[in-house]
């Protein structure tokens, strides 16, 4: 399991500072929502903690270690992307496993480790679909395989449900949850919904306008709202 430390971090598109001065740690095993409106920043800020953008200012530190020299690949991160990103020619097996066989995993380590996670997610009957032949949660599925396949020790998700319906929605936050925790992954899980971000964390971060407003429990958030803005976010009474 791998802590996450976040120190004045800050990252400017031309003149636009959209992750301001942020600093926050996220422990050993936790399950940390990003909460925030549309354009805050948080897509911005797991992009940097992958590697996928350059910090204007900052660092950000994996069991006390500056990864900016590291590549996204060898920061031991598995990410999932709101739209899935799953491959269309590829079946399902082969999108579970894809990464493995760019890592030059062995072709023998890869099948018992698809078996393991498609039974995980309940893909085992859908091993040979392509995506465009698979149910929207279904495709979700394979993305949280794909992840879980990976098996790295932090796990990164951008708005996974947002396709989804509120029924499944609500199916899938379970399952994820579990899931991180049958793992022992360290989560950042990005959302704008506020439901999602107080029955699945065990911290809320809720970001506005590239800062933090408060981070905390969820009980925390809700019970001692550290301004209106959170009050009126978090839906609890002013
Ligand atoms: P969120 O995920 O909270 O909706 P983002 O991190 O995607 O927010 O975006 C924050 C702000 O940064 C937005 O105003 C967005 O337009 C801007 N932004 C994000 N990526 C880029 C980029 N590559 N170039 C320019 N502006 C960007
Ligand atoms: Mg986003």
Known sequence: MSEIRVEHLSKAFDAKTVVDDI????????FCVLLGPSGCGKSTMLRLIAGLEDP???????????????APKDRRIAMVFQSYALFPHLDVAENIIFGLRVRGVPKAVR????????????????????????SGGQR??????????????ICLMDEPLSNLDAQLRG????????????????????????????????????????????????????????????????????
């Open 23 to 30: 600093s926050f740690a996220v422990e050993a095993g936790e």
């Open 56 to 70: 204007s200012a900052g660092r950000i530190l994996i069991e006390g270690t500056d990864v900016a020299p590291l």
């Open 111 to 134: 099948r018992q480790r698809l078996a393991q996670v498609a039974g995980l997610v309940g893909l085992g009957d859908y091993l040979d679909r392509k995506p465009a032949q698979l």
């Open 140 to 153: 979700q599925r394979v993305a949280l395989a794909r992840a879980i396949a990976a098996e790295q020790p």
């Open 171 to 238: 199916e899938m936050r379970l399952e994820i949850r579990a899931l991180q925790q049958r793992l022992g992954m360290t989560m950042i899980y990005v959302t704008h919904d506020q439901t999602e971000a107080m029955t699945m964390a065990d911290r809320v971060i809720l970001m506005n306008g590239g800062r933090i407003e408060q981070n905390g429990s969820p009980v925390e958030l809700y019970e001692r709202p550290a301004s209106l803005f959170v009050a009126r976010f978090i839906g609890a009474p002013a």
